[in-house]
């Protein structure tokens, strides 16, 4: 290979190299305790989870908090939270309301 040719070669690695990279980390995005819950929905409530709806961490004195709504594949929905990082979620089934 020529010289020339060897710094073609690592120019345009350079440029795909960043994109590779960044996109096999996309897929791990999501906090750890997701999985858990998961795990928990699976175990439970026998749901496998679609998507959150909404994902939210916070701190209740000097304990995290954690809350999700989950969407199942078949269209139930739930609530779970969490204080601490030992206990079980508690998971409510979202009921329609009516005032």
């Given amino acids: 290979m020529k010289p020339q040719s060897k710094i073609i070669a690592l120019i345009v690695l350079g440029f795909l190299l960043p994109s590779l990279t960044s996109f096999s980390f996309a897929q791990t995005s999501d906090p750890a305790w997701l ?18 709806i909404r994902i ?17 594949v078949d269209g139930r929905q ?17 009921e329609v309301e009516t005032c």
């Fill in 78 to 94: 739930f609530d779970a939270s969490r204080v601490g990082e030992v206990d079980d979620f508690e998971i409510k089934a979202c």
């Fill in 56 to 72: 939210k961490e916070g701190m209740l004195g000097t304990k995290k908090t954690y809350e999700a709504r989950v969407q199942c």
């Fill in 35 to 52: 999985d858990t819950l998961n795990f928990e929905m699976e175990r439970e409530q026998e749901c496998e989870v679609a998507y959150y």
